[in-house]
């Protein structure tokens, strides 16, 4: 397993380190006037074209940045599979005459030339610690022209994770100001990205993809544009491998 961090602009330097079983990526999102909130445009093509056919993108973003960005990813030739919400212990109060947002979206995008069904994807289960039991249950009326009447639910055993996520922000621990959960990256890491297989990160700041891909035993390539930011992640992952610079 390797990990690594490559100082430069990702859509210069990832292409050289593809193609990948599995794109990550939290880029700006535009939201606010702060300084380093700017959308950064064209690396959806470069990802598109470094991602293997079986693979999928994974972007984090506010409602707001996907609605915005959403015929971008379509002219970049990629499809959304789903997303899932990440909810935060605590959240961002940009705005006092709304409520206060404790959540962001990850979205999976794949290729639109593959069908959904080729693209690896390996559904996360949880534990049920329910007793184990099988009940009938009548259909809701608003499945249709459902032939039976009845189905069978059973409980105990493990079930699908559900797709909002509850898991405490890095606050008082980021090392980056957007830094995510690496337990919650390494959800979507096993999720689409098979064992042996290879992750890029096209906005790796903290590292924290790294580090889920440590945990989850992939490989892991990230670029970094922030040179101090980068050196920061290097040491946080305990890779001595810094990369080249464009």
Not at 121 to 128: I, P, R
Request: hydrophobic fraction near 40%; charge should be neutral.
């Amino acid at each position: 397993m390797t990990v690594r961090i490559i100082t430069g602009d990702c859509r210069r330097v990832m292409p050289a380190e593809g193609p990948f079983d599995m794109i990550l990526a939290d880029p700006p999102y535009g939201d606010t006037s702060l300084d380093w909130d700017k959308l950064v445009a064209g690396w959806e093509v470069a990802a598109r074209e470094n991602l293997k056919p079986t693979g999928s993108l994974w972007v984090f973003g506010s409602m707001r940045f996907f609605l915005k960005m959403g015929p971008v990813f379509e002219a970049a030739g990629l499809h959304m599979a789903q997303d899932v919400v990440w909810e935060k212990h605590n959240g961002s109060n940009m705005h006092n005459d709304r409520f206060r947002r404790v959540h962001e979206h990850a979205v999976q995008f794949y290729r639109a030339d593959v069908e959904w069904e080729a693209v690896y994807n390996e559904v996360q289960t949880t534990a049920d610690e329910t007793p184990r039991t099988v009940r009938r249950k009548k259909r809701p009326p608003h499945n249709g022209g459902d032939a039976e009447s009845v189905y069978v639910s059973e409980d105990g055993g493990p079930k699908l994770m559900r797709s909002v996520i509850y898991m405490r922000s890095m606050h008082g621990r980021a090392i980056h100001r957007t830094q995510k959960p690496d337990a919650l990256l390494e959800i979507l890491v096993r999720t689409s990205c098979p064992p042996g297989g290879l992750v890029g990160d096209f906005f790796a700041g903290s590292g924290a993809g790294g580090k889920a891909c440590q945990m989850a035993g992939r490989n892991y390539v990230g670029a970094e544009l922030d040179p101090l930011m980068a050196d920061k992640a290097r040491a946080w992952l305990g890779s001595d491998l810094f990369g080249r610079a464009a």
